[in-house]
T-cell receptor, first 113, second 112 residues
Framework: DAGVIQSPRHEVTEMGQEVTLRCKPI?????LFWYRQTMMRGLELLIY????????DSGMPEDRFSAKMPNASFSTLKIQPSEPRDSAVYFC???????????FGPGTRLTVT | SQQGEEDPQALSIQEGENATMNCSYK?????LQWYRQNSGRGLVHLIL?????REKHSGRLRVTLDTSKKSSSLLITASRAADTASYFC????????????FGQGTRLTINP
């Protein structure tokens, strides 16, 4: 298996622009997680899905952030409009079953200028 | 505040020595997991210990869990330069065990 795939790996954009991050989970996994990592705040869970349904989005910082999972093999995290404080590394992870280990993608490093 | 807090924040040892990292948490858990992150990379799962387990081994890794003290430790024996990374504990809560709460991590440096 190729593991969790994320794209793009790096994104540099200007403040106010829309940013879309993409994730392909491991086939057969029924949970998908979006995290954000910064030096100041560490690793934060933004939202997670179970069988394509959003279960907990309490970590989504603002209405500027939205996430979708149209099918079992694809998810997006969108920021519109982006702000410099959104600069971070965004990770997608997937897992199978409740209380299981999570498999992380390589991350997308987002820089908003 | 963080559910899991690692101690120390940074650790530097010589190759061949053992490295011990600790994690404390606040609320009851379903399981506790340890992850490693190399610089610029994603997290890699190392080991999972359930709340009814006290100790678990995987290769050079040994994890202990003391639910009465709400703490866990990760021991890496016979460290290697390749073990240089950040190590995170993550707690799976009883309600919503699939949701992990990560600590701030311990930065481990193995000096050759």
């Amino acid at each position: 298996d190729a593991g969790v795939i994320q794209s793009p790996r790096h994104e540099v954009t200007e403040m106010g622009q829309e940013v879309t991050l993409r994730c392909k989970p491991i086939s057969g996994h029924d949970y998908l997680f979006w995290y954000r990592q910064t030096m100041m705040r560490g690793l934060e869970l933004l939202i997670y899905f179970n069988n394509n349904v959003p279960i907990d989005d309490s970590g989504m910082p603002e209405d500027r952030f939205s996430a979708k999972m149209p099918n079992a093999s694809f998810s997006t995290l969108k920021i519109q409009p982006s702000e410099p404080r959104d600069s971070a590394v965004y990770f997608c992870a997937s897992s199978q079953g409740t209380g299981a280990e999570q498999y992380f993608g390589p991350g997308t490093r987002l820089t908003v200028t | 505040s963080q559910q899991g807090e690692e101690d120390p924040q940074a650790l530097s040892i010589q190759e061949g020595e053992n490295a011990t990292m600790n994690c404390s948490y606040k609320t009851s858990i379903n399981n506790l997991q340890w992850y490693r992150q190399n610089s610029g990379r994603g997290l890699v799962h190392l080991i999972l210990i359930r709340s009814n387990e006290r100790e678990k081994h995987s290769g050079r890794l040994r994890v202990t869990l003391d639910t009465s003290k709400k703490s866990s430790s990760l021991l890496i024996t016979a460290s290697r330069a390749a073990d240089t990374a950040s190590y995170f504990c993550a707690t799976g809560l009883i309600q919503g065990a699939q949701k992990l709460v990560f600590g701030q991590g311990t930065r481990l440096t193995i000096n050759p």
